[in-house]
């Protein structure tokens, strides 16, 4: 079983990154956590600030791989491209988000992607990321 999990701009900054909203973690202090529950996971990792390098990720993985994790922060509010990406490919891709978006600024309330994900997880923390390897793991069932 292998996933991959994209993370999109400022996601690197977590931790260090408006705390009270993202957590006080990193995601690669969580991403150990993750591959210690799922032993027989295959996780590979990828983040970038730039739409582009997002879309080629998708494209590299989205044939092969058995589920995506995507949080494209920002993007999701305004990426068409990655919408159409993922349209493109057949590889199940989870939208997740780490805080509730919808309890969050207006412009944040509409994604330019949900509708061509599988499911979307938002407000959960960290977490976020666990339920949707979850829900991939169903999908495989």
């Keep these: 079983m292998k996933i991959i999990i994209v993370n999109g701009p400022n996601l690197n900054l977590l931790g260090r990154r408006e705390p009270g909203i993202y957590g006080n973690s990193s995601f690669d202090d969580y991403l150990p956590l993750l591959h210690k529950s799922y032993p027989l996971v295959d996780f590979d990792y990828f983040q970038s600030n730039v739409e582009g390098e997002l879309i080629d990720k998708l494209q590299s993985e989205g ?32 939208e997740v988000h780490i805080s509730n978006v ?40």
Aim: proline share 1%; hydrophobic share 45%; glycine share 6%.
């Design 63 to 94: 044939f092969t791989a058995d589920g995506i994790v995507l949080n494209a922060g920002a993007y999701t509010h305004t990426s068409i491209a990655l919408h159409d990406c993922i349209r493109a490919i057949s590889t199940p891709v989870i």
């Design 102 to 141: 919808h309890a969050r600024e207006e412009f944040r309330h509409h994604s330019m992607i949900s509708a061509a994900c599988r499911g979307v997880i938002c407000g959960f923390g960290l977490d976020s990321y666990r339920l949707a390897v979850e829900a991939i793991l169903d999908m495989k069932k």
